[in-house]
Nanobody, 124 residues
Framework: QLVESGGGLVQAGGSLRLSCAAP????????VGWFRQAPGKEREFVAA????????YYEDSVKGRFSISRDNGKNMVYLQMNSLKPEDTAVYYC???????????????????WGKGTQVTVSS
């Protein structure tokens, strides 16, 4: 029920902006997060934003490089990724935990809605 876009191939140090849409439903009532999963690794939390967009929360390795935002009028959430590193290579997933309204760390097992993911590849 969520649709990601914006992934691609970028050189180290470059930037990408991921977008997440929720066609057919409104997801402005709850926090939204981004996760990522690299080959052979577990899916990990990256960032979250509160229902109104006033609070954000980041995993330590992306702090200062990634920025999450949302536009509830357009029913969209974004992840701006700057200073990308090869270790950021993964499939990135948009996710919503319908138990949360504020931005905190999220767990995969608590997610109610997932997107299918978008591939981000950072070359060295």
């Amino acid at each position: 029920q969520l649709v990601e876009s914006g992934g691609g191939l970028v050189q180290a140090g470059g930037s990408l902006r991921l977008s997440c849409a929720a066609p057919g439903r409104t997801f402005s009532d709850y926090a939204v997060g981004w996760f990522r999963q690299a080959p052979g690794k577990e899916r990990e939390f990256v960032a979250a934003i509160s229902w109104a967009g006033r609070n954000t929360y980041y995993e330590d390795s992306v702090k200062g490089r990634f920025s999450i935002s949302r536009d509830n009028g357009k029913n969209m959430v974004y992840l701006q990724m700057n200073s990308l590193k090869p270790e950021d290579t993964a499939v990135y997933y948009c996710a919503q935990d319908t138990r949360k309204r504020y931005a905190t760390s999220m767990r995969p097992q608590d997610i109610a809605f997932w997107g299918k993911g978008t591939q981000v590849t950072v070359s060295s």
